[in-house]
């Protein structure tokens, strides 16, 4: 049995001579490592789950007409041209203009009308019917909630008023037949969606307006999203294309990073309370065995071995509360992911606690520097214990 | 030396002349009549493009800029404070309704219209009467139910600090009961001479009680002291960051009271149950090496 090994039994054994005091410690380590595992997970769960999110569409560039975040901005003039002229760079495979608009389906259901293009209606997002009865370019497909809250099916004509311009009147009602139920990836709990065609919907504002909220760029293979956003920027400067990773970084930026901060002060905390807690207990512990230390020092044990015993007991403390902290801490992250996606305006694919193998990494790797750093004074204290000074005070 | 920056950035109009002058934060120019029209900035533009009230800058409605109309900056204004725009940039002028239409070269439209009324309490049935009036204009309280969605934004976020302080408590606990256990510990020796000496296990455990109140007592005063001197620094930081007038972290009696109601009796559980674990031996196995 090498030296390293007979350290940790001695060190195990000393732990479970008070198996209460260790529980304890063990439990108390397991709540504050599931709290700082959830932290890590937050930090960056809603980044990891929003940049999913928007790849999960299906184009890597976003166009806007101002550097703000999405639909936050001025629209864009023109957007049938422009999508055309940017579909005809070598580095764009397909470009298409998306616009979002109250409407009011007759009598007085309020939902979000999306109008767009482009291979998109064939289902990257939410223009296929999930009962296949979509079929031409005048329909609307429509999300569950707004089926339901219409009670109406595929088939089915609908009147609905549309408010082209914000904050106006809307205009008269016009039929839309239902061409399908879909499932809208930007979605909220709440949300009432339908979808159209770009065309339809210019017809139904009265053939005004070719105004897009946005365009989105798919690149063209072998290319990539910051070609094509160099390229869309050689060739229209007035236009702000953002590349998925550009978009998630101006998120980080604003509306993100709260959860961002939080996590960042809460992992802080947790591990401050953590080193508190290995500290004290491994203090105490020594000092009731400074009798026993004393004891097997003068028998011959070196200053390493009794040094090596409190880091063995501090590492067994840490390592078992922080195995345990793992499971602990994904139960949690799903009650409290529940709990944030209650907010309204969350898209329901959206997670704020998202794993990542990294996160455990640093979850084990700042754990692990805990333990070091609260094995510290306790290792000084064994270290330099005075063998007959402290026989003679606490035997004799 | 000429500054020339096209800076994109919300315009809000007012239909008061008056108002234009009324939220105004710092100081005012002197206004000329004969010259460009005024117009408020916010703190952050200010900030941000080193403007000074009574400089003349150039607005368009063009995103490129073009045909600007010149303006004086009569004033700066901090925006309402908006948790729903936390992090976003508050680049916004104010300027009178006329010179809005002239700028965006529009017909005479606005986007609402702000009625105040003598009683708050009446807004919904004066919503009802008036919306039947106006065929296809939204009629709606301001406190309805955009305002009932902002709320629930914070509900939830409520939610979730309690959720976090819920879990931060028990690993407080826990951390609580081992220190106890640890102190219990330590007395051991004086427990049990204590007994043999004819003190009962009621009178040391009451002993304990009273030193567990102390300490938790202690402990959540400390605790409320100290959240109330890091909370100035806390809303500076966040306040910073965000560039917001906003107050992120408040000390309110209630949250005093709350703290305290759940730490002291919490510490005295801790100091019983270790007290307990003590007491529950024989006197002469407690004095025993």
Known sequence: MSTATRSLAFAARSLLRQPGRAGVGILGIAAVGALLFDMLLLSRGLVVSFRELLDSVGFDVRILSSDSLPMGGARLANASQI????????????????????????????????????????????????????????????????????????????????????????????????????????????QLTASTSWARLRSACGGEGDDADMLLVASREGHGADAAVRAIRRARPDLHPATNEEIVARMQQGSFSYFRQISAVLSTITLLFGFLLITVLLTVSVNQRLAEIAAVRALGFSRGRVAADVLWQSALLVGSGGLLAVPLGFALSLWLDRILKAMPGVPTSIHFFVFEPRALALHATLLVVTALAAAMYPIRLVAALPIAETLRNEVV | MARRAIVSLAAAALALAQTLGDNTAASQADVTRDGPPELLVSR??????????????????????????????????????????????????????????????????????????????????????????????????????????????????????????????????????????????????????????????????????????????????????????????????????????????????????????????????????????????EAISLSRR
């Not at chain 2, 493009?49 to 995103?63: K, N, R, T």
């Not at chain 2, 009273?210 to 402990?219: F, P, S």
Request: glycine share 8%; proline share 7%.
């Open chain 1, 83 to 190: 999508a055309r002229d940017l579909a005809a760079l070598p580095e764009v495979a397909e470009a298409i203009p998306i616009r979002v608009i109250d409407a009011e389906a007759v009598p007085a259901v309020g939902f979000a009308l999306m109008a767009i293009d482009g291979d998109f209606r064939a289902g990257r997002a939410g223009r296929a019917g999930r009962d296949g009865g979509y079929e031409g370019s005048e329909g609307l497909v429509i999300n569950q909630r707004l089926a339901d809250a219409l009670k109406v099916k595929a088939g089915d004509t609908i009147r609905v008023r549309v408010s082209c311009v914000s904050g106006r009147a809307p205009l008269p009602p016009s039929p839309f037949p239902v061409a399908g139920v879909g499932e809208f990836p930007f979605d909220d709990g709440a």
């Open chain 2, 44 to 281: 952050q533009l200010l900030e941000a493009q080193h403007l000074s009230v009574g400089e003349v800058v150039s607005i368009s409605a063009d995103p490129k800029g073009d045909q600007p109309q010149p303006f004086r900056i009569a004033g700066v204004y901090e925006p309402l404070p908006d948790p729903m725009r936390l992090g976003a940039l508050r680049h916004e002028v104010r300027l009178h309704l006329p010179d809005l239409v002239s700028l965006t070269s529009s017909a005479d439209s606005v986007d609402a219209i702000n009625v105040a009324l003598p009683d708050p309490a009446t807004a919904a049935a004066f919503a009802r009467e008036v919306a039947p009036r106006l065929p296809g204009m939204m009629v709606r309280s301001t406190s309805a139910p955009d305002e009932a969605q902002r709320a629930a934004t914070f509900i939830v976020l409520d939610r979730f600090h309690l959720a976090i302080a819920i879990v931060t408590v028990i690993g407080s606990s826990v951390f609580l009961l081992a220190l106890t256990l640890m102190l219990v510990d330590e007395r051991r020796e004086t427990v049990g001479i204590l007994r043999l000496i004819g003190f009962r296990r009621r009178r040391i455990l009451l002993y304990m009680l009273a030193e567990g109140v102390v300490l938790a007592g202690t402990g959540a005063i400390t605790g409320v002291v100290l959240a109330a001197l890091l909370q100035g620094g806390v809303n500076r930081f966040f306040q910073w960051r965000y560039d917001t007038a906003l107050l992120f972290v408040r000390v309110t009696p209630g949250v005093v009271a709350r703290s305290i109601a759940m730490s002291v009796p919490l510490g005295v559980l801790a100091s019983i149950a270790s007290s307990w674990t003590l007491l529950r031996h």
